[in-house]
């Protein structure tokens, strides 16, 4: 087992990290900037080292920093959390060449799966339902006005080195296609410097529904069901739930094992994610695979009573998965908010400053995942989310029902955040029948309902 890890990120992430090392016996080093003296993961760590300045770039973004405060504290081992350098595969492969684990899969998965086009061919190779569309990068306007004529519109355009909505478009008949071929490149050349697209029937109203793995490096592979990751805005989720309200027994089975075939095909270990769309009548299309620990892992824990964390840093140090998939059984519902320092009714504009007060939930199946406490001024340089508020009950009506009480006794003072938003959302007959899709947040905008 490792002797000391350090974690290369900030928040409640590096918080919930550091707790798994503590339970693991192993020594942690936290990385902060400037910033984020005082920042609880600084404080909470066995070890500090400053990187440098509030920006991310110089900091918590910079991998020659990262690696040196390694070096210098003697860690064997990174973790990346998820955001920053979490998919980036050449940091991966520095970790690997200063002899330091990268707490993740190998760098080769990682930047095969970075790539949506090649992750998708990967998917076909091994047998995993994708969305019909083009087989690889369509370099001409051409090729993709014969391709959608073929399989009929609307089709969506995506970047290979998208993921989140960015280089997207969607094409409903053949005169916009040319400009919005035009358009999708500009956006991904823009975003990712790289114009690549490929080309997709679009699926109208679909549920973005996600399979949980778990993997070691024997090639030994379990999942751990699904999670529920419709309630998004703008490609940001916003509530998740395991399980699915939508998902049965035989569904969960059918997706787990396509998963597991996914992911063995490239060679996967450690945590992952497989992301689908399912459509209105279940069927279900492979969409990307993320190779991080996600911000919505709590859900999982919850209702497999397996610590994400802790076994991702096990399989990394070689360790071989003792989980039989005959062994896990949800039990129980779990429903996850995440709370950010934004103001819902202006648009979301973020709300950074001074918390002047602060109160926690707690009770019965209550879990607060922050880095949060009264008196921290939330930095203006990062992401948003202040805190993630998860519940457990023995079914979905217990789980919304503490999931309400807990939000009402959720106090945080001098900033905006998203509290009263989530009030609003587990109120509404979609939510609380389960009868929802990726396009709800937008449609409860529309009718002007929103008033908080
Ligand atoms: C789609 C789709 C419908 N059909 N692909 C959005 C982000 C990127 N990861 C892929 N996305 C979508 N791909 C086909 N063929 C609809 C979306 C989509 C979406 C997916 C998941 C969650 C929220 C979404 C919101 C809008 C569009």
């Not at 490929?198 to 993997?215: A, D, M, T």
């Not at 689908?276 to 497999?304: A, C, G, W």
Request: proline residues 5%.
């Amino acid at each position: 087992m490792f002797k000391k890890v350090l974690i290369a990120n900030r928040g409640e992430i590096a918080i919930r990290i550091i707790r798994a090392c503590k339970e693991l016996g192993i020594k942690s080093v936290a990385v902060y900037s400037t910033q984020d003296e005082n920042a609880l993961h600084t404080v909470f760590a066995d070890e500090a080292v400053c990187i440098g300045p509030a920006s991310s770039a110089n900091s918590y973004l910079n991998p020659t920093r990262i690696i040196s405060a390694a070096e210098i504290t003697g860690a064997d081992a990174i973790h990346p959390g998820y955001g920053f350098l979490a998919e980036n595969s050449e940091f991966a492969d520095m970790c690997n060449s200063c002899e330091i684990t990268f707490i993740g899969p190998s760098s080769e998965v990682i930047r095969r799966m970075g790539d949506k086009a090649e992750a998708k061919k990967a998917m076909v190779e091994a047998g995993v339902p994708v969305v019909p569309g083009s087989d690889g990068i369509i370099s001409k306007e051409e090729e993709a006005h014969s391709l959608a004529q073929q399989m009929g519109y609307p089709v969506i355009l995506k970047a290979v080195a998208g993921g989140g909505g960015k280089g997207m478009r969607i094409v409903r008949d053949p005169k916009s296609l040319e400009n919005s071929f035009m358009m999708a490149r500009a956006e991904a050349e823009a975003a990712f410097g790289n114009a690549d697209l490929y080309l997709e029937k679009y699926i109208e109203s679909p549920r973005h529904i996600e399979i949980q793995l778990l993997g070691d490096q024997k090639g030994n592979m379990v999942y751990l069901g699904e999670r529920e990751c419709s309630i998004q805005r703008r490609h940001q989720k916003l509530i998740e739930e395991s399980p699915s309200p939508i998902i049965t027994d035989k569904i969960r089975k059918a997706m787990g094992e396509a998963a597991v075939k996914g992911a063995l095909h490239v060679g996967y270990f450690s945590t992952g994610t497989i992301e689908f769309l399912v459509d209105s009548k279940q069927n279900y299309y492979f969409m990307e695979m993320n190779t991080r620990i996600q911000v919505e892992h709590p859900v999982t824990e919850m209702v497999y009573q397996v610590d994400l964390i802790k076994e991702q840093i096990k399989v990394a140090a070689g360790m071989t998965i003792d989980i039989k998939q005959s062994q896990l059984k949800p039990v129980g519902h779990s429903i996850e908010c995440r709370i950010n320092a934004e103001d819902p009714a202006n648009n979301f504009i973020p709300s950074p400053g001074e918390v002047t007060s602060f109160y926690q939930p707690g009770g019965p199946g209550t879990r607060v995942d922050t880095h949060i406490y009264a008196s921290y001024k939330i930095p203006p340089y990062y992401d948003s989310l202040i805190a993630k508020l998860i519940v457990w009950g023995r079914e979905r009506q217990e789980a919304i029902s503490r999931l309400n009480r807990a939000l009402d006794e959720f106090v945080v003072e001098g900033i905006k955040t998203t509290i009263p938003f989530h009030k609003f959302v587990i109120a509404t007959p979609e939510f609380l029948s389960g009868d929802f899709d990726t396009h709800f947040i937008e449609k409860i905008y529309r009718k002007d309902l929103i008033e908080i």
